[in-house]
Each structure stands twice: as structure tokens, then as C-alpha cells.
């Protein structure tokens, strides 16, 4: 089983839809957790970083974090064309070594 | 302040040749770590350097190794190049402490 567990998508909305995208991991130990978000031939770019458990919202991002269950989300509000891109989630326990998930191909259609 | 910087940004390479990429990190930053990308793999990690130490390692072969210079610029070596090294290379700094990571834009290695 993999630390972490990201539905890989693709992922079609239409403009101005709200996109919900998650991830689940196995490892207790994790306290740090961000979302990063990466274009075509480029590199991650952060987006969201969350210590711990609770919301963090941030314009049109919203991430959650759900260490009971395992579990963080992050939320786009009316979601742009723009936005379309792969997402990435990451999280790291005590070792400063980070985990990130596989990403989901977001696309959304004008 | 700037970003963190590789080079070079493209690079083709035969089998068994060597290649060395280069990171600068973000001013101020003692970590840097190296990911290898691939569209089937994802983002795997190789190794963390900080303060001139390796701190971290992933799970890749001897071939991969590294090293950070005082002034916490970072250089990642392959040796004896595979055709599945092909790949993007991205290096990430942070302060050490590990809140979070800032990625370059990554070297494209290709190798024929």
C-alpha cells in the first residue's frame, strides 16, 4: 500500500464549478500537509500549507484536513480555465522527508 | 527574493554517459531536496541535503548520488545513464526546518 493515495483523474468540469480533490495516507506520523499545483512542463508551485488539522482557506482554495479519518482535501470555488493544471498533494512527519501523491489532472472547460 | 534556480534546463545524454544538474537554492534556504518525475512514477524523492549533509534518502540505486556546498547550492550526479533515467529532475529548498518546499522548474534530462 502507498503512503499516499491520490485519484489520479482526469478530472472535466465546466467553468465556474466547485472542484474537490483529496488524498488519503496511511502514515499517523504526518503533521504537514500542502497542495502544490504544476502546469505542463514546469515545476510544483505551492498552494496550500496546513500543519495539522482544521481548514486554511486562501482566495478560491479552501484545504482540509482530517487526520482522524486520514484524509485532506483541497477546494476551488469557481473553478477558471486557468486552473487547469495536475495537483499534487504532499505531507511529511518528523523526518523533513516529504510524501507526495501521484496528482490529479484538473481540467476545466471554458 | 529569487526563486530557486536549476541548470541546466535541458539536457540529452546516450546510455552510459554521466550527467551533472545543478540547484540554487532560495536565499536564505539550507535544504535542498532532489525528485525525479516521471509520468508513470510521479514525484519520487532521492535524497535532502542540509548543511552540507545528507539527511534524507530515498529508495534509488547508488548511481544517483549528491552533494550541498557551503553556500547550500546543491549538485546532483547519475553515472552510467539508463534510458529509464529519462526524466524531470526538480530540486526543492526550504529553511531546513520543513514547514514547506519551493520547486524549481527542473532540468529534462533525455537520454538516447
Known amino acids: 500500500q502507498k503512503e499516499v493515495e491520490q485519484d489520479p483523474g482526469p478530472l472535466s468540469v465546466p467553468e465556474g464549478a466547485i472542484v474537490s480533490l483529496n488524498c488519503t495516507y496511511s502514515?499517523?506520523?504526518?503533521?504537514?500537509f500542502m497542495w502544490y499545483r504544476q502546469y505542463s512542463r514546469k515545476g510544483p508551485e505551492l498552494l496550500m500549507y496546513?500543519?495539522?488539522?482544521g481548514n486554511k482557506e486562501d482566495g478560491r482554495f479552501t484545504a482540509q484536513v482530517d487526520k482522524s479519518s486520514k484524509y485532506i482535501s483541497l477546494f476551488i470555488r469557481d473553478s477558471q480555465p486557468s486552473d487547469s493544471a495536475t495537483y499534487l498533494c504532499?505531507?511529511?512527519?518528523?523526518?523533513?522527508?516529504?510524501?507526495f501523491g501521484t496528482g490529479t489532472r484538473l481540467k476545466v472547460l471554458a | 527574493k529569487a526563486g530557486v534556480t536549476q541548470t541546466p534546463r535541458y539536457l540529452i545524454k546516450t546510455r552510459g554517459q554521466q550527467v551533472t544538474l545543478s540547484c540554487s537554492p532560495i536565499?536564505?534556504?539550507?535544504?535542498v531536496s532532489w525528485y525525479q518525475q516521471t509520468p508513470g512514477q510521479g514525484l519520487q524523492f532521492l535524497f535532502e541535503?542540509?548543511?552540507?549533509?545528507?539527511?534524507n534518502k530515498g529508495n534509488f540505486p547508488g548511481r544517483f548520488s549528491g552533494r550541498q556546498f557551503s553556500n547550500s547550492r546543491s549538485e546532483m550526479n547519475v553515472s552510467t545513464l539508463e534510458l529509464g533515467d529519462s526524466a524531470l529532475y526538480l530540486c526543492?529548498?526550504?529553511?531546513?526546518?520543513?514547514?514547506?518546499?519551493?520547486f524549481g522548474p527542473g532540468t529534462r534530462l533525455l537520454v538516447l
Open positions: 504532499a505531507m511529511r512527519g518528523g523526518t523533513y522527508k516529504y510524501i
Open positions: 502514515n499517523s506520523a504526518f503533521q504537514y
Open positions: 496546513t500543519y495539522s488539522s
Open positions: 536565499s536564505g534556504h539550507r535544504s
Open positions: 541535503y542540509f548543511s552540507e549533509t545528507q539527511r
Open positions: 526543492a529548498s526550504n529553511t531546513g526546518q520543513g514547514e514547506t518546499q519551493y
